[in-house]
């Protein structure tokens, strides 16, 4: 049986209705439904109209849809966002839960466990609460900066749900070459979200924030997300092959990357693709050498340290088992950030290192 993805034009402003109908279209099946968790884009403290993180509408029309279970709103918060509080008052996410009375769980604070990634980065923590409950994952569609991901969409998103720096860890030790996008993959599809719902309202040509604002209007929906990055590389007229996520899930066998084996609903594609504009090759090379530097400085200098004797409940939920009471193993530390939050005796940086991180930060531009 072919993947079904929808793709839905947003018509009056009503996000609502439109994510309704894409979820007719595909005919999903709400009964499977566990307790929710929506994993959103809030990898930058910035403002929605930036197109770096998902519409803040579009995330409360998915609560308000699906508020017959449980639902709360859950995310890594980003090493340079400033802090949770600043980044979800940016990124409008306070205002939907409030509005909706729901929680923001912040994946470094929750439990955690460990998944094995067979390849050289081996072990990964992840919130547990990712496998108890059903994740809705809502990207935001952009056009990316690295010429061979070229597109940040569904697969990419869950990335996210790594806590802490490990991720900083992870662009590091592959050097963001084929070991990368395999560990992205792997993550997707341990992680698979029951759900994909993809905010392609308003996206920038070139790289957000800095391009030209697109009103595309569509919203995208499928289970597989992998079919659905497929759909959208057409959509953005990409060829799939062209983008390394999609080529090597292909070789991975993980999800629908076969257009031909994708049922599309809605729109006819071939009738409203549009052709974006990249960014020139200096801004290319100059954003992987900043981002680059970033990623080793973060790897390098920031983990846990310190000041006192650590708890018990701090030692017991280290995922690695890397802390005793006076101190830290970092050969078997992943950087995942849990013991900030279970330990009133650990830190991870000083004063120096968080300005030098924020000059590291504006320049690279994320
Ligand atoms: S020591 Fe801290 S950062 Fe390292 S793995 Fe354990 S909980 Fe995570």
Redesign the pocket.
Known sequence: MKSKVAVVKVKDNDIYSTIENALKLIDFDYSKLKDIIIKPNLVSASDPNEGKTTSPELIDAVVRLFKIKKTGIGESIPYTAYGKEYLLKKTGINEVCNKNRIEFNQFEKME?EIITIPNNIGKI?VPKLLSKNSVINVPKLKIHLHSKIKMSCCIKNMFGCVS?IQKSLIHTKTKEKKEFFETLLLIYDKLKPILNIVDAINVYDIEPGKGNKINLGYIVVGEDGVAVDTVISKLISINEDKIALLKIAKELKIGISNINDIEILGEDIDKIKTKFNFANRTRRKYFSIMANLRNRYISKFI??RIKGEIEDK?ID????K??ERKS?NYK?????????Y?SNN?YFENNVLTKIRNILHKKSNL
Not at 332 to 340: Q, S, V
């Open positions: 955690q923590s802490g983990k846990p701090c939920e280290c995922p690695t890397s802390i830290i078997t530390c992943i950087k995942c950030e849990h013991c900030l279970t650990i």
